[in-house]
């Protein structure tokens, strides 16, 4: 049943590291963004588009409040952390790491948000984004791990360390 589940901003490398993550301690992997686009039969920005942010929103925190695994590294979608229903389910059923990286980092990484789909609302900016979101991925971390300054493979070792330390909160209210 436990799972490892990583959160955080778009482009922090949640996919990238988390296929790398399963590899090395021999668990499969998921990414929830392709769940979703497997169970709904579309891209993630057709979704955002025919169904609108709060409508993908709602989705997406559907899809993930049910998921099912066992023994998985689990990517989530940046935006998942707006449904708390979700989270408590992912809490639930793992350790949650947050990826954090901080702003002018991260900026430099995204490049062209319009490519990746995220969940900008009119007029709301980058920095805007980051500035509501990290509040809630502090929230529900049960572990954070600062992924600045350094490439992939010192982020996993990183990563790998913390899991080894961390005694999971499971038991803690939010
Ligand atoms: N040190 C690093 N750690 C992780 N990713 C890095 C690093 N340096 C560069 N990258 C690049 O940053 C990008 C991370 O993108 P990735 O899709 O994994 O992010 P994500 O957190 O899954 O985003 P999303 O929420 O949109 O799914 C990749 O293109 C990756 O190659
Ligand atoms: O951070 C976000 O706003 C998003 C990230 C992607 O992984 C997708 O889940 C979706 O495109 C929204
Ligand atoms: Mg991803």
Redesign the pocket.
Known sequence: MHNVILIG??GVGKSTLGVLLAKTLGMTFLDT?LVIQDQKKAL??EL?AQHGIDG?LAL?GTVCAGLQAENAVIAT????VYEPEAMAHLREIGTVVYLKLGYKALARRLGNLKN????LRPGQTLRMLYEQRIPLYETYAHITVDCGGQDIEHTLDRVLRALEKAQPKKNASL
Request: hydrophobic share 45%; net charge neutral; no cysteine.
């Open positions: 901003m778009p963004d993630l920005r955002i993908f997406e979608g940046g935006s998942v990746r789909g995220v969940v």
